[in-house]
């Protein structure tokens, strides 16, 4: 039977066996490998979260645009103004698209509590339509489509608004954005 023992052997410069623990790592040799992860976590991780900020500020730049062309369709096809909200836009249930709800945009952008991407979007209609035919609430002849970071410098940094025009605002500070005349006032996303 062959027994292995937990110590290595080594001659000395005397010529006789020592004995060495051969245990493991030490605790500096730890502690270095632990500083140089912490380092390379601090370099890495503000990158990260910056490149996360900038992928929810264009994907809600895109569902801004989304919610302005899916508004103009509406206006055209069921002759009632632009829609009088979000949830009018979305699909209904396990029916054929109508008025009130047209089918247009996809439910993460229809469906309380209206957020996507660390965004909260928000729509708003002002002076409305009559009644057309087919369709059990009103329009609007203008709108404001309008999103914000859900926590400002995290998630975002820039507010974006549209109306009736379409032509896309954004606003650095990330601040809501309350009317049209203050959305139209904002520099254009290019």
Do not use: W
Not at 104 to 114: C, E, Q, Y
Not at 162 to 169: L, Y
């Amino acid at each position: 039977m062959l027994v292995r023992e937990k110590y290595n052997s080594t001659l000395g410069p005397d010529g006789q066996k020592h004995l060495s623990d051969a245990r493991g790592f030490s605790l500096i040799e730890l502690l270095i490998v632990i500083a140089i992860i912490l380092i390379i976590a601090a370099i890495a991780i503000p990158n990260l979260i910056r490149a996360r900020m900038a992928a929810n500020e264009a994907a809600a730049g895109t569902s801004i645009r989304t919610i302005t062309s899916a508004a103009v369709i509406y206006s055209t096809t069921y002759a009632n103004g632009y829609p009088a909200g979000l949830p009018t836009l979305g699909p209904p249930a396990g029916a054929q698209a109508t008025c009130d709800q047209a089918d247009l945009i996809d439910p993460i952008l229809t469906s309380a509590p209206f957020q996507k991407s660390g965004y909260t979007y928000s729509y708003t209609g002002s002076v409305p339509v009559i009644v057309a035919g087919g369709c059990t609430s009103p329009g609007y002849t203008a709108y404001l489509v309008t999103a914000v970071p859900m926590v400002v410098g995290f998630t975002g940094t820039r507010s974006y608004c549209s109306d009736e025009p379409g032509v896309i605002h954004f606003d650095t500070s990330g601040a809501v954005i309350g009317s049209s005349a203050a959305c139209v006032a904002l520099p254009t996303l290019q």
